[in-house]
């Protein structure tokens, strides 16, 4: 490929240096760009993605194992996606969310009849922290109570209640911004807030330590318990077997709603349409974002229990969005379950992550003394880094930014020269490739990643 489609479609060669700089200087000028500093930043201009694949305006390529913020899971231009995008939007581009629409009412039935027994209906939203605020304003309404419980290394979004919900250092500038909001602590056996020695005490104390709080709480004062199935930015951390059902017991025992949140870890990241169905529960309320359509045109919603629904059958639920259920979006959607059910997606990620991924890294693990633990499903890994294997001590301190994060940005520097664009979080490196990822690439970006923690391997 040596040229890629401009903004008007004229072609643009690789290493045109006066469009490229045009593309900086713009986004330099006027793009206020999210949790940054304005100037001391300096974002890559992209030209055009493929697949698993996406290039620089020099025509450099990257492996994308960031998968653009874990939401890119059929790769950049599916043509299935794009197609069925373009053939809305010459049939009709958007219509608002009082009329019924063909699209919206196909997606919202494939996302029922795919979800666990007694979901009923889909709120749509344009994506996850406003998935998360619904599903709070619900389950407020459905119990007429107000608290809601979540987990501290939690990631819930940047909107009011959804960042109060979020148990990592981004919600600090916020916090109180939803007063009605305490946070408690899940199973995370290698850093064990239980000093738990094994998965299944861990399991067992992390659920008394929650019947703690709900009784502290007062379970009268409290609405909903949202977790994220699988935490996600905050280290990938795949709950003990036990975990899931156990809050689930709690819940129900407590008169609690449970809210599942899969905007990251949903459609397809661990292998399965919903990552519940790895865990033997079924929650009340079920938010999703991103896999839905792999962010093409913003989408997100909450999956509605029989229950919760008919709290609104003759009450009207306060909250709409102009947007809800945007037909382009949708569209991709619909394309989205088609090319699970017609490529063979979810098999392939189960595959591939148990026959190559889990197997790799845990070999990365035994010749890397900087790697403390990998642990991950599907798509869905983390590599955590530590500078001592014996006292657990992270690569880089917690929160931490400027110099104190230098040997992270080393290895994702390492990484980025030798051609695969990673996500790192704190002291971790997260392996969240598409899903779409062929065998091929997948191996030469873990070998990538392998010769990048020889960095990290010099911090020791
Ligand atoms: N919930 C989880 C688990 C997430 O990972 C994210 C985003 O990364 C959100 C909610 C927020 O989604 P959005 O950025 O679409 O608002």
Redesign the pocket.
Known sequence: METFPGPHGQPISFGDDQAESEVRADDRQYVFHSWSAQAHIDPLPVATGRGATFWDYQGTEYLDFSSQ??NLNLGHQHPRLVAAIQEQAGRMATIAPAFANDVRGELARRIVQAAPEGFAKVFFTN????A?ENAVRMARLHTGKRKVLSQYRS????TST?ISLTGDPRRWPNDAADPAVAHFFGPYLYRSAFHARTEDEECRRALEHLEQVIVLEGASTIAAIIV?TVV??NGILVPPPGYLPGVRELCDRYGIVLIA?E???GFGRVGTVFAVENFGVVPDLI?F??GINSGYVPL?GVVISEAIAATFDDRAFPGGLTYSGHPLACAAGVATFEAFEQENILAHVQDLAERVVRPRLEDMAVRHPSVGEVRGLGMFWAVELVRDPETREPLVPFNAAGPDAAPMNEVAAACKSAGLWPFVHFNRLHVTPPLIITEEDLVRGLGIIDQALEVADSHV
């Open positions: 913020l874990v994506g996850g922290a406003e998360n990631y819930h979004g940047s959804a994220e996600g930015t949140d905007v990251m870890a938010t974002a991103k997100g």
